[in-house]
Structure formats: structure tokens, C-alpha cells
């Protein structure tokens, strides 16, 4: 689990139509979404960690004018479809929580495209989770949106390993009715574990506390470079996260989440202070570009919340012109 073991930039791929067909759209919690389309060539290249970019308006407009980035939550590849879990924040998630789904009414001309329902979406962006040897302990920590990576990978360990490395999902939450994705973790032959800050289920307190009552108990070793933390979560979380690895020596990957406009390295619009290797510097980096997938210990203190003046990002601008 090296980042020198994942690509450093984007495998973007552009469908031919630039349009997945919408094959359902259905609510799974309070404002909470999966949204299936079918686009083969997204499906078949989509790699746990990745992410696509929706275009959330109507044919013809353009409001909102910005794509909105979103983790591919599973794949089926036989079938060329790909799920989005979502849930509504905003104009862009809104839009996309009103698509009728296949089967259902035509709406009216506008709403369509091509033959049939669809979205605009691009992707998949980024880079991806490194797979862990076969004996490793592989420990997985989310909290709200940043399940959805963590599903796709874990079905993916599931799938490739024949005797699959020991997979423990610990999932966080303020309350119980806000542990989203849990039934999905739960079909999965892997160990599931729940905290919430409240105490309505499972462990109370933060899911990170969780993880060090784990790591003291039932997964104490001597040889911390046997497990294999992957997170993905809120910047707090992420933050827990990284400091408990580092503490502990234990190897860590996050995946992080920022503000996007283009998705693909032309805008700088998302970048955080990230080191470029162990022991040096810190640098903006672009999450969408070089990211969103990073080892925890090139991640500044705090995952840095701002920008650093003065250091921007080396290298080609957009891998596609440079
Ligand atoms: C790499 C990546 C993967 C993501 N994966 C998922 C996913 O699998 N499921 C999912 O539901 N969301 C995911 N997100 C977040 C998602 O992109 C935003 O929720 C979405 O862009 C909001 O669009 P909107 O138009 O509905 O909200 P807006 O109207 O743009 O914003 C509404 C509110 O949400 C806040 N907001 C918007 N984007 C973000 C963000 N990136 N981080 C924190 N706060 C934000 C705004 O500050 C504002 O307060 C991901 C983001 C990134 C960068
Ligand atoms: S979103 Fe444009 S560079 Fe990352």
C-alpha cells in the first residue's frame, strides 16, 4: 500500500454521448439517494476512491454551471451500470433527488436526453485505494458521504481475494438514523461495526475512539504494519483518522474531499496542503488531480483547511494539454 503504487493522475474517460442512462433513482434514508445509471465505459474503468462528475441541470442550461463531484459507490460491470450515493445539500444534489427513474412517465421534451432519460456525467477522476496484501487486517473508517468509496472497495477486496483479507467496517454517525449504507456493509462477509455520538446504536462517541478501543483489544499487535487503515469521512474525522495512524505507525490511506469546480487540474479550485514525499514540504496539491486518495502521513496537521501562499502545485497543469 504505496502511493507510488497508484496512478498520479486521472484515468479520465469521456463516454462517446458524454450521457448515462438513468436506470433507477430511489431514497434509502431521510435525504439520502442512490442513483443508478448505465454508461459501460465508466463502469468498467471506475476503481474504488474514483469519482464521476454529474452535470446537475437541465439540457440547455446552464444552472448550475459547475458539475458536481460525486464517489462511484458500486459498480456492475457485467451490466455497464454504476451507482452514486447522495445525499441532498444543495441546488445541484436536489435536482438530481427529483430524476424519475427508468420505467417511470416520460417527462416533459426537455428533461430528456438523447433517446432516453439521462445525465450528463464525466469521469471516473482521480486516483484510487492501493489493495492490501492477502494476510493484512484491513480496517475501513467512514462517516457520512465517505461510505460510499468504502462500499466499492470492500465489495472489491470481497471479489479478489479468494480467501478475502480479514475486512473490518467501522461506520460513524451522529445518530443511528444517519448510519447510511449500513444495510448494504452488512450483506457483505465482512465484520461490521457502528458508533454514534449519541449512543442510539452501537459504540457511543466518535468512530475514531471506536478504532482505538479496537486496536487496544481484539486487534492489539506487534506488528502494526500488518493492518491496513482506509478512511474516508468529514475533515474532522479524516483528522482523527490521521493522527491515530501516525501515532501508531500504522499504514493509513484517505480519501479527502474539497470544493471542485473543473474535477480534472485546470482550475486549482481544490487544492489542500499535502506533502509531495515522506518527510518533505508541503505543498498545494489538487485533490481531484493527485488525489483524492492520499497516504496520511504526506497529510499536512488539521488536513489543512487553507490554501499555503506561495506554493502551487509543479508538474503538467491537466495531464490531457500538458
Ligand atoms: C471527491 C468527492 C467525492 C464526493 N462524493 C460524494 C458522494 O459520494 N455522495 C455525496 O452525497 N456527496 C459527495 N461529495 C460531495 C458533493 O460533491 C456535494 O455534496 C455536492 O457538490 C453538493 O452540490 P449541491 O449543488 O447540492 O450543493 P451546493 O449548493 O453546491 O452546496 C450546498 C451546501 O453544501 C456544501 N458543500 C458543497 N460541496 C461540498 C463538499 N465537497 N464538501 C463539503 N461541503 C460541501 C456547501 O458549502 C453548501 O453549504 C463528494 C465531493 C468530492 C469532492
Ligand atoms: S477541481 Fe479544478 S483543479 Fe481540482
Redesign the pocket.
Known sequence: MSQESRPTTSSLVVPETGLSKIISNYQVGPDWFVLRLEEPAIAKASKPGQ?VQVL?SEPGSTD?LLR????V?DVDKEKGTYD???????????WMAQLPEEGAPLPTEENRRGEGLAVDVIGPF?NHFALPEEDDQVILVGGG?GV??LYFFSKELCQKFKTPPSITMLMGARRKDLLQGIDAFRQLPIRNEVATNDGSEGFKGFVTQLLEELLDGPYKTTDPQKIKLYGCGPTGMNEALRQVALGRGIPCEI??????ACGFGICFA?VVPIKKELGGDLYNRR??LEG?VFDARLLGEGLGERPLDGKMPQGPICPTIS
Open positions: 469519482f446537475c448550475p458536481r463531484p460525486f464517489s459507490y452514486i450515493l447522495y445525499t441532498t445539500v444543495g441546488r445541484g444534489t436536489r482521480g458521504v460510499a468509496p480519501c479527502l474531499e474539497a470544493r471542485m481544490c485533490i481531484c483524492p
